[in-house]
């Protein structure tokens, strides 16, 4: 015990098991995943368009804080709860680097938000100011992420449709960003409405 | 002009008198006087920073609108900063100063070596702040305690290879061929940051690995992080100081050696418990429950150690402010240790998972058990390395503030924590309803922040009353710092 040799060798291997049995094993023998299929059957779903940008305002903003984007089967209530059918497994995560799971549920479960929330308005006003919609959340607002113009002629289309109390003042329309856009495409992009072999759901279970 | 007088005769060595009884220590205080001094500072700028950016977070949480209309200070942005800028600047710092100057004197010479701990630390420092000015633009990472920038990183790295070849160099140049356990935790320290953050930046970087296990390799690097670095400066400090305060040796010195083994051992392979349930493998997250499991076996060896030196002397605790902290930082670790472990237990994990319990627990490690140790190494340092007396009045304040902001962050967090988890995990509760029931725990953790920012502010009151403050009669002689026996050496 006298000597750093020492020291460092077993500090090393102890190190070194650790991580060869806790991640290097079974990331060598189950990440390597491939998904189900191709197109428009592949499984995990693709998308594209805005979704990539949306994902890095995601990042960015550090939503990852207080939502997760992971739903357990045989434990918790998030089925009960409404925020997925069956357990995610590895193969639902393989196109997300870097990756959103979180450990923190101070806001509700995202991983199938796409599906219980799905409109672009609601989810805009929501945004711009969580009060509007789910007064007492504690969610921050995100109006930063919104300009607020003059309407000259005419309203634009994607205007935000307020509640008075939360509206601008008269001959003025809120829109939303690029970021705001790119981030509400990334939210209804997130849906759990496939089903995967390995992953457990009530079907499997009872059977 | 007597002010600067004051900061002169502050570094002079030539305004004290030498004592020939204790020339080898003075030497050796004087050779680490300013890497001490450089890390002291930053503790207390960072540590202020921490817990104003921890004040925001808090506040955030039952009032989201406050300081809600910038994108710069979004709760998503100011949390991560909060939980970096504790860890890294507060708690590296202060632990650092205390750990490396235990480190120097137990190799009982002075080094010549010291500007490469004084040059690193300082580049570690303006690399965290870059880091920081990185998350707040957008830059940051998903990862817990991982979200510094990447492009900031490597240079973090290589500030930290040169505090650890600092260590390496003292260890090495020990004048007594044995060791002592103070020493073998700082090795620990420093040499497991090197290995689980290089690990955790290959993996999660440079050839990320698949989806669901970057979420693992997070999970390792966290716990390893509590567990192999932070942890070990605190033991370090308390493995040290106790013997020299108390004049007798640790109670139950010989089984240091087996409590260091299976705490690296059971400490190693937990990481990997808060991932029950998740989405990968069973079996792996079950390593990590036994691992946790089996902590208590380190873990009621250490606390036999310290609470029983520390209960044997009890009347002397009151009588030094470092002693004091290091009392404090004990009972914490106690505390931190049962929650731990009790939070990873299948059963248990289910109900807390996702809830504040966790970072309850976390800020417990952080600002109890790790900070108040590290404070109780600083002051001891502070009078030594400077020649001057403590402003007690002002410490034992801080002393105070500082358990009770503890006490109340942990407290509500840990027991608002856990009453959240019943709601989240074992009920259809609404999440609005949720936030509203946990509101007045969060208040609670506002309370205890407001607390930590009085401590924080008196530190630093303390750091820079200790430089301009005149230099008494007193303190101008050598028989200022009294001889300590060289306890340290001795097993039993």
Known sequence: MNRGPFIFLGLFFILAASWAVTLNYPQGKSGQLTAIGSGADRLPHQSLGLVPKGREVYQELG?????????????????????????????????????????????????????????????????????????????????FLYEESKIIGEASNNALVLPEKFAPKAGKEITPTRKAEALVAYMLSLKLDYDLPEAPNAEKVNY | ????????????????????????????????????????????????????????????????????????????????????????GFVFNASLASVTWILARLSGQAMRNNVLLTVSVSAWNVGLLIGLVGIFIGDQTPFALLELPNYITPFLFVSFLGIGLWGLLTFKART????????????????????????AQIMLFCSPVQGAFQALVNGWYVDNLFGLVLAPLAFATIYYLIPKSFGKPVVGYRYAGIAFWTWALFSAFRGSAEMLNGPIPSWVAIVG????????????????????????????????????????????????????????????????????????????????????????????????????????????????????????????????????????????????????????????????????????????????????????????????????????????
Not at chain 2, 60 to 72: R, T
Not at chain 2, 176 to 199: G, K, P
């Open chain 2, 1 to 88: 002009m007597s002010l600067i007088n004051n900061i002169c005769s502050t570094f002079c060595p030539c305004s004290v008198e030498q004592s020939p009884a204790r020339e080898t220590e003075s030497s050796i205080d004087a050779s680490m006087r300013w890497p001490a001094l450089v890390m002291i500072k930053a503790s207390a700028f960072w540590f202020i920073l921490a817990i104003a950016l921890g004040l925001a977070t808090s506040v955030k949480l039952h009032s989201p609108s406050f300081l809600g209309d910038s994108a710069l200070l979004t709760y998503g942005k100011v949390k991560p900063a909060f939980w970096n800028a504790l860890v890294y």
């Open chain 1, 63 to 143: 939503c990852v804080a207080c939502h997760t984007q992971q739903v357990r089967f045989s434990a918790g209530n998030d089925v009960d709860r409404g925020w997925g059918e069956r357990q995610t497994v590895a193969r639902d995560y393989i196109d997300q680097n870097p990756v959103f799971v979180g450990t923190q549920r101070i806001g509700p479960d995202l991983t199938s938000v796409g599906t219980r929330l799905n409109d672009a308005e609601w989810l805009h006003r929501h945004f711009y100011n969580p009060q509007i919609d789910s007064a007492g959340s504690t969610m921050p607002p995100f109006a």
């Open chain 2, 289 to 492: 429950v036994i691992a946790s499991f089996a902590l208590l076996l380190p873990l009621s060896t250490l606390a036999m150690q310290f609470l029983s030196s520390l209960f044997g002397n009890f009347n002397q605790i009151w009588d030094s402010v470092s002693m004091r902290f290091i009392f404090a930082g004990v009972i914490s670790f106690v505390l931190y240790g049962i929650f731990d472990v009790y939070g990873s237990l299948i059963g248990v994990n289910e109900t807390i998972q996702f809830s504040l319990f966790d970072s309850g627990v976390k800020l417990l490690a952080l600002l109890g058990f790790v900070g108040m140790t590290a404070f109780g190494g600083i002051y001891f340092i502070l009078p030594r390395v400077l020649n001057k007396n403590l402003p007690s009045s002002l410490i034992e304040m801080q002393f105070w503030a500082h358990a009770m902001g503890v006490m109340l962050i942990a407290g509500g967090l840990i027991y608002g924590g856990h009453s959240q988890g019943v709601l989240l995990n074992d009920s259809t509760t609404s999440l609005l309803s949720i936030a509203k029931i946990s509101q007045s725990f969060l208040f609670l953790s506002t309370l205890g922040m407001a607390f930590l920012l009085f401590s924080a502010v008196a530190f630093l009151v303390t750091f820079f009353w200790m430089i301009v403050a005149p230099r008494s009669a007193s303190e101008k002689s050598a028989l200022f710092v009294k001889a300590a026996p060289d306890m340290e050496c001795s097993a039993s």
């Open chain 2, 176 to 199: 007594f061929r044995s060791s002592f356990a103070s020493q073998w935790y700082v090795l620990m320290a420093l040499f497991c940051f090197a290995w689980i953050f290089t690990a």
